[in-house]
Nanobody
Framework: VQLQASGGGLVQGGGSLRLSCTAS????????SGWFRQVPGKDREFVAA????????YYADSVKGRFTISRDNAKNTVYLQMNSLKPEDTAVYYC?????????????????WGQGTQVTVSS
């Protein structure tokens, strides 16, 4: 499975962005998805996850109520809608997939990773 993330950019504080992650390759297998982010010098941190069906979602406390993860399995695409962005949301955002039904908050639980997309929020 190959993952291609897109949608990052520069936005003012309080603004919105929508990230997309499109899968190609062996997408016939059920897989759960997640978004993580990383800033220089820090570990990659969990942002949001969604199970294969899209019924269950999980969020880091820091983004709960502002970010929404969703998926369109017909398009093999997972989205991260980010609203009310803050400067502390600035990071490289990575999408990930794991060959399991349920999502996970653990970075080591994922089998496949996208290349990352930069999100910069100005104050």
């Amino acid at each position: 499975v190959q993952l291609q993330a897109s949608g990052g950019g520069l936005v003012q504080g309080g603004g919105s962005l929508r990230l997309s992650c499109t899968a190609s390759g062996r997408t016939s297998s059920n897989y759960a998805s997640g978004w993580f982010r990383q800033v220089p010098g820090k570990d990659r941190e969990f942002v949001a996850a969604i199970n294969w069906s899209g019924i269950s979602t999980y969020y880091a406390d820091s983004v709960k109520g502002r970010f929404t993860i969703s998926r369109d399995n017909a398009k093999n695409t997972v989205y991260l809608q980010m609203n009310s962005l803050k400067p502390e949301d600035t990071a490289v955002y990575y999408c990930a997939a794991r060959t399991a039904y349920s999502g996970s908050t653990n970075v080591n639980a994922y089998d496949y990773w996208g290349q990352g997309t930069q999100v910069t929020v100005s104050s």
